[in-house]
């Protein structure tokens, strides 16, 4: 009987895609499913809608809500360690978030769990996991077996699941469990801490995405960007490049030490396609090159391709989809 743990994440009150893509990969190897959630004060959780989830179980830990704590998860990281060490489970499984990014590799540390994050599938025969992940940038994928009784911690890549309903004729049991945080935390070392620069749709929920690199030459460019990606409904990304030249925020980075994405559409402008880059977006549904280098590898991967100066190429794509909205 095969026990499985998810760690939600939860987005305006409501559990985020990523989280139903880790119920549709428990439904398909678990007996049971149990749902954890880390919630403060501050959040709004409807009792009556997380109860009709398709889970047999569903933690909620209360924790206190610290002033400081984005990007740190100090508290979530302790509440679930706890959990997990009280609790006997044959797999935990977490999204490939900026969330489970950081918490899940830690909470495995502290429980002496075995850990593979970025897993794209999850399949299980005669008591082993077969679990499949990129290497080497992400132009190969490897094979990993475990066993299901050493209880090992994956992280899995967000969007690989269609999120269509899911067979569920049972009312979760629920058990509310108050959090005591009594660690040091590093985080009141932050003596101010703004989100401004932060997108406002995550990158892991995006349908669209915009992306900026190199190719751009400033911070300024990212504004023609940004607002594409608001006229689409969507999000802003960067390649390493652009972020370590200092034109935009680390947080929206897209690549192997970035962000790992699947948009329906992914709009790359002054990437030249480094594998590194594509580790983080080759999975979107479809890739659209803008690059005044007809030799970029990033035409390699895409299924539409602009050559040309991308500012020129931006400015009339902007003043089409505005022509559009007017009519």
Sequence with gaps: MINTLIVGEMNNGKLSENS?????????????????????????????????LP????????????????????IDTYALSLLLNSKDYNLTLFSKS???SVVAPRVAFRNNKKYLSDCTGISLEEGLFSIERPIYGG?????????VNISPVFSIRPGLQDLDDINNNKIAEIEEMEIQFN??????????????SLEEIKLEDAKIIISGGRGLGNEIAFEELKKLANLLGGALGASRAACDAGWIDHSLQIGLTGKTVTPDLYISVGISGASQHLAGC????????????????????????????????????????EDLSLK
């Design 55 to 74: 889970v047999d179980f569903i933690y909620l830990l209360k924790t206190p809500s610290l002033d400081i704590d984005n990007g740190i998860y100090d």
């Design 282 to 321: 080759s999975m979107s549904r479809n890739i659209v090159a803008i690059n005044n280098d007809k030799d970029a590898n990033i035409f390699n991967v895409a299924r539409f391709g602009v050559i040309g100066d991308w500012n020129q190429i931006i400015k009339s794509f902007i003043s089409s989809i």
């Design 20 to 52: 139903f893509d880790l119920l549709k990969i428990s439904d398909k190897i678990s007996d049971q499913t149990s749902l954890v959630l880390c919630t403060t004060s501050k959040d709004n959780i409807s009792i009556d809608e997380i109860k009709i």
């Design 139 to 147: 132009v190969a994928n490897a094979v990993y077996e475990l066993s």
């Design 98 to 100: 900026e969330y489970g």
């Design 183 to 196: 660690e040091p935390h590093p985080a009141k070392m932050i003596e101010e801490y703004s989100n401004d």
